[in-house]
């Protein structure tokens, strides 16, 4: 079989190895499809600070189990799966109390270890998580980002009946947003200085799209919900003018979260945070659960995937999917390697 490895920034092999055996508490998975997503791209710069090259990436993956060993149980060849990609030590505090997202070890298929872009992964059956048939193979490579969003969500309890604000329309922020409407909010307005994925936005069905560029955020949340303001804000784009909009424009006593991977050392207003009695906070990755409740948003139709893939390519052309990206930055949302053509 094939296998991807970027042997160093910007350079990609494919190496002819093996098809893996497998461990009797483990399956054997045909991969079918990988999602490329923001972190990989650091990866491909150069620039990811926990990724040391040679590297086989891929950790958002849909695929089709071939094979089982003896101890699986619930599993069987030919039913479609995702795979959460987390390695994790189970003695630490966090994984001891359930929040192995949170493993003091903590490693990721695709950066710290063997990621799964190849035509075949062999992986621990505890990892893998079915996918109900109707879902297509792109929706079930999308599953993984669609946790961390939901993950994120859930940061803020039971979001039902409350007014949200989603800084950021990327990929993880949309799916922030969507999450939240099919989670319950009363309202959820998303904000970008990009036209195209405000647009993108509202295919999925956001009902207030505001481009920050053109429209003063703090009179566009008063608009759309009024002088309680927001309940929550989310940043998911990760960066001093997006926090510091958010700090500016919470209601006192409100809540932020934070689920972009800040980018640099963050110089905020802190003193306001204080006055205001903000709780700030954070969000990492995913748990089971997560998978789960992305699962059926989607299977119930409350998020939309479909709208956020942009374009496809084969296995063989790994890289130019990367040089795609690049040259596209503002016009890209998801992109999907089909591993199997």
Known sequence: MLQQVMTAPGAIEFREVEIPEIGENQVLIKIMKIGICGSDIHVYHGEHPFTTYPVTQGHEVSGEIVKTGSAVR??????KVTVQPQVVCGKCYPCRHGKYNLCEE???MGFQTTGMASHYFAVDASKVTPLPE???????AMIEPLAVAVHAVKQAGDVRGRNIVVLGAGPIGNLVAQTARGMGAAGVMITDISDLRLKKAAECGVEHCINTKHEDLGQAIFDAFGPDKADIIYDCAG??????QAITYARKGSVIILVAVFAGMATI???VANDHELDIKSTMMYRSEDYD???????????RLAPLVSAHFAFKDYLDAYKYI???RETTMKVIINVQE
């Not at 960066?239 to 510091?244: A, I, K, Q």
């Open 74 to 79: 619930g599993l069987t060849p030919g039913l």
């Open 326 to 328: 690049d040259a596209n």
């Open 106 to 108: 903590l490693k990721v």
């Open 293 to 303: 409740d992305a699962i059926r948003l989607t299977a119930q139709n409350k998020v």
């Open 239 to 244: 960066n001093n003018t997006t926090m510091g």
């Open 269 to 271: 207003d802190l003193a």
């Open 134 to 140: 109707i879902m297509t193979f792109d929706e079930g």
